[in-house]
Each structure stands twice: as structure tokens, then as C-alpha cells.
Nanobody, 124 residues
Framework: QVQLVESGGGLVQAGDSLELSCAAS????????MGWFRQAPGEERKFVAA????????KYADSVKGRFTASRDNAKNTVYLLMNSLKPEDTAVYYC?????????????????WGQGTQVTVSS
């Protein structure tokens, strides 16, 4: 079993930056492919970013490409999402997710483990 705990959410203004963290436990972190998703009220959960097991490969949604950077520190069992140039449309609950198979995944159903989410609100 894998436990994931997100942190770092908050209320910011448009154009600001914010970094989310997700701490993992319960399994060797370097054996997990990680992902970030977000869900706005009334909408389905959407892919944001994915990070491979060793952090060498990443994948992003078009809506965040060039603004968000996903990374991981396997020594700290933590994955990060650095969000720059935030926009009001980035407002959502952000979730990290883990997958025990190697690769980059962008579909929520590919992930077996989820955190509780952290709220990010961007004011205009």
C-alpha cells in the first residue's frame, strides 16, 4: 500500500508561483511512476503532469506546458509540482498519484494510489 500526502496549496494572485509537494510512503519511492492531476468544481479530474521513476522523463498537459515543472527527489520520497505564471483557470484541487508500473501515465485510471488533494486558488 502506498500513502501520499500533498502539501503547498493556497491562495495566490494571477502571475504568482506556487510549489506543491507530495510525500510518499509504504513502498520504495523509486519504484513508483508519479502523476499530478487537478479537479475543478463540477469538472472531471484532469491530467497535469507525470514523472518517470527516476525523474528523467516528464509529460505535461498542453494547458500547463512551459509554466509547470514536475520533478522528484527519490532520496526524500517526494514529488514536486512547481507552478509559475498561475492563472485563475488553474484553480482546482490538485492530487498526486502513484503507479507501480514504469512509464509516464496521463489517465487517472492508470493510477492505483491517490493523495487527499490540496486546494490551489488563483485570484485575478
Amino acid at each position: 500500500q502506498v500513502q501520499l500526502v500533498e502539501s503547498g496549496g493556497g491562495l495566490v494572485q494571477a502571475g504568482d508561483s506556487l510549489e506543491l509537494s507530495c510525500a510518499a510512503s509504504g513502498r520504495t519511492f523509486s519504484s513508483l511512476a508519479m502523476g499530478w492531476f487537478r479537479q475543478a468544481p463540477g469538472e472531471e479530474r484532469k491530467f497535469v503532469a507525470a514523472v518517470s521513476r527516476n525523474g528523467a522523463n516528464t509529460k505535461y498537459a498542453d494547458s500547463v506546458k512551459g509554466r509547470f515543472t514536475a520533478s522528484r527527489d527519490n532520496a526524500k520520497n517526494t514529488v514536486y509540482l512547481l507552478m509559475n505564471s498561475l492563472k485563475p483557470e488553474d484553480t482546482a484541487v490538485y492530487y498526486c498519484a502513484a503507479q507501480i508500473q514504469a512509464g509516464l501515465y496521463a489517465v487517472p485510471g492508470s493510477f492505483g494510489f491517490w493523495g487527499q488533494g490540496t486546494q490551489v486558488t488563483v485570484s485575478s
